[in-house]
């Protein structure tokens, strides 16, 4: 795979759901992501078309619920497809005790495969760590090594996916069968059939595996019923056209095939490899090339290493590395595991492996005691390829080549190189090359006629034409273009070896064949022709472009020179107008100062009188102004006189009655400090009586107090 592709797109579906349907399906993804698994992990595509895996599993829900599976149904296919994903996350290792025995790596991640499965958890355990060995009649168990059980439980998966895969195709055939949805399909004797083939894409790249191989050769086996068909489809047309169709050579890749599946090839040595004790991926390869040293298609280089070959396809050389190619051929699946899903409670598992466990042991011999149902993977590969182009070559086939315009896969944009690339891949080009191999080029009659017919000379004349065959495809213009190209192909005719004239076309029922260089002659030489034609009309074009050209020179010259006239007139009169104004700014400028004196004198004479008016009228409120102070003076004098005089008076009595009062105060003052020092002289002697009579309280002897 390239680097950005991720596994299954419904594993990232399911896990990028909601909770809530996440918990419906099953308890153990809740809380689940795509890390939590290790057959999905960590991926850098967020999204698809533009739409999320969210967005996507909703789209999916509701596309199988058009076809039936809903409700229970598709809970029991999305449990299903987690049983897968949990037998990703169930590892093993080996076990101390004993080399050649394993134990689980995860107890915790057994059991959810134990819940998801509805089986026991011993039985799985048993199941996934030990294979049953019959011998006779005797059955016993032998354990697996470590790498042993990661290889069964990654077979196991790739079975139950399968399974899974072909049950829903089986779902949707039915619910768009018209056996099953139509009243009257009872009273059909058969039914038409429209089947879809998305076919694998040839791959090569920078390390090829086993898978690569059975792709590529399923591709080369395509290729085959498609180059056949192409060759068909142009045996046809030239039969319908009643044209000789003669030696049509084109790249036949049977040795290819035979190199692959023929019995010496690819898949016998690899089973026989398979088959044989201690068989090895170096001993296989070095088998392959000593029995298939003389096909050109198997490519032995000195620098290969021993598990190292390439083949020649169709497509191109592919170096395959064969590391693994006998472990992966063999179809390792234990029926320990296959009984153990049988016992599965998802009835979608159990019952399809049980169908695919009874069909393997119902399987005939096919030799030397082994069954069908023991087949090799390669063989298996090569037996379903070989049912498809059997169950193809009973239908009439139609192939869409899709190519994609570039990798990054934006719109509009196209990268030749890998265009190509996938072209050639396809087979495209192969089959152009048969379709072109013996008349690379042809053309309906009408096309030919009309781009050929001006390479006659004037008095050419060419037969009548058919108008009513002509309208109705038939043969009405072949005359007209055999005696058009006869004559326009002369030069081109030759003898073959019998002596026949050999035209360099043939002319059939509705379109004409070139042969290899025809058709570019006759191409050259009407290019040569529509020159001639063009030189007339480039001279007719010419005249008519330089006189259209002249006559609009003419008239922007008219226009400038009329710009021009109209400047200079312009300047001029600026330039007049500029100089009469300078001349009446001068004259007014010359009037305007006489009357600037005049007005100045003017002034000055009114300014002087202003200044004696001035003088004047203060001169004389002076006087007016100490006349009235004098007068304001006497008379403010003779009112505040009286007044001052009883004010006198009165601070006058006032002083004597405050002399008076501090006297008073003076005695009063005397007064109080004698009875002070007199009350204190009392005190003391009361004391000293106290002292003098004993027993006796001192306030009793001091007798009774004045108030």
């Known amino acids: ?105 995860s107890e915790e991640e057994l059991g959810k495969l134990s819940d998801i499965m509805g089986v026991d958890l011993d039985e799985v355990r048993s199941a996934v760590t030990t294979r049953t060995i019959t011998a006779g009649r005797e059955k016993y168990k032998v354990p697996l090594k470590a790498d042993a059980a990661r290889d069964s439980r990654n077979a196991f998966a790739k079975e139950i996916y399968q399974q899974i895969f072909d049950w829903l195709v089986r779902v949707i055939n039915d619910a768009t069968s018209a056996d099953f949805n139509y009243g009257d399909a009872q009273d059909v004797e058969e039914f038409g059939i429209i089947g879809l083939l998305d076919i694998f894409g040839f791959e090569s790249f920078k390390v090829n595996r086993y898978e690569q191989l059975c792709i590529n050769y399923a591709n080369e086996k395509l290729q085959q019923k498609y180059t056949v ?28 095939l035979n190199l692959v ?67 992966k051929n063999t179809d390792n699946l234990p029926q320990d595991l296959i009984d153990c899903a049988c016992r599965s409670t998802n009835e979608l598992i159990s019952t399809e492996l049980k169908a695919a466990a009874e069909a393997k042991a119902a399987a005939p011999s096919t030799g030397r005691g082994r069954k069908k149902g023991g087949m090799t993977v390669g063989t298996k590969f090569r037996s379903q390829l070989t049912s498809l182009m059997h169950n193809l070559s009973t239908t009439r086939t139609r192939y869409i080549r899709c190519i994609k315009p570039n990798p990054e896969k934006v719109p509009e944009k196209m990268n030749l190189k890998t265009s190509n690339e996938q072209l050639l891949c396809a087979g495209v080009i192969s089959a152009v090359k048969v379709t072109r191999s013996a008349f690379p080029n042809r053309l309906m009659h009408n096309t030919a006629l009309e781009r050929f017919r001006c390479l006659l ?52 029922k509705t379109r004409v064949y070139f042969r290899l260089g025809a058709l570019e002659h006759l191409e050259s030489e009407r290019l040569a022709a529509l020159g001639v034609l063009a030189t007339e009309i480039e001279k007719i074009a010419r005249g008519f472009t330089a006189r259209s050209k002249f006559l609009k020179l003419k008239a922007a010259a008219i226009s400038s020179q009329a710009f021009a006239r109209g400047n200079l007139a312009k300047i001029h009169f600026l330039r007049a107008r500029e100089a009469e104004i300078t001349m009446a700014c001068w004259v007014r400028c010359l009037f305007s100062g006489r009357e600037l004196v005049r007005l100045r004198r003017k002034r000055a004479a009114t300014m002087v009188q202003t200044c004696i008016r001035i003088l004047l009228a203060r001169a004389m409120f002076q006087k007016a102004r100490r006349a009235s102070t004098l007068i304001q003076k006497i ?67 001091a007798g009774p107090q004045a108030p």
């Open 1 to 105: 795979h390239e680097p950005n592709e991720r596994a299954y797109h419904a594993f990232y579906q399911i896990l990028a759901a909601s909770e809530e349907e996440k918990a419906e399906i099953w308890g153990g993804l809740k809380g689940t992501d795509f890390n939590s698994f290790h057959y999905v992990g960590e991926t850098d595509t967020l999204k698809i078309e533009g739409k999320t895996d969210g967005e996507k599993y909703s789209m999916t829900r509701d596309a199988l619920a058009v076809v039936g599976v809903k409700d229970d149904r598709f809970k029991t296919l999305m449990r299903a497809l987690c049983t897968v994903l949990q037998l990703g996350n169930v590892d093993f290792n080996t076990d101390p005790s004993d080399d050649e025995k394993c134990v689980v790596a």
């Open 229 to 256: 068909d192409i060759f068909r489809s142009v045996q046809e047309e030239y039969e319908f056209e009643g044209i000789e169709l003669g030696e049509v050579a084109f790249a036949d890749n049977a040795d290819v």
């Open 261 to 327: 599946e023929g019995k010496l090839g690819i898949i016998a040595v690899l089973n026989e490899e398979c088959v044989r004790p201690n068989g090895n991926d170096s001993a296989f390869v070095s088998k392959v090339k000593s029995l298939n040293k003389e096909s050109t298609c198997l490519i032995a280089e000195r620098l290969h290493r021993p598990t190292e070959f390439a083949i020649s396809h169709y497509a191109g050389k592919v170096k395959y590395d064969a590391t693994h190619f006998v472990e």
């Open 457 to 508: 000379p004037p008095e050419a004349t060419l037969p009548d034409v058919d108008e009513a065959a002509a309208a109705d495809g038939g043969t009405g213009l072949r005359p007209a273009v055999e005696a058009m190209l006869d004559d326009l192909l002369k030069k081109m005719e030759k003898k073959d070896a019998a002596g026949e004239v050999e035209k360099g076309y043939c002319c059939g």
């Open 635 to 701: 008379v403010r004098g003779a009112v505040q006189r009286p007044k001052y005089r009883q004010m006198i008076k009165e601070a006058e009595d006032e002083a004597r009655v405050n002399s008076k009062i501090a006297a008073l105060q003076k005695r009063l003052a005397e007064a109080e400090m004698k009875w002070i020092q007199a009350d204190k002289k009392r005190m003391e002697a009361e004391k000293k009586a106290e002292g003098m009579v004993p027993g006796v309280p001192a306030a009793a002897a």
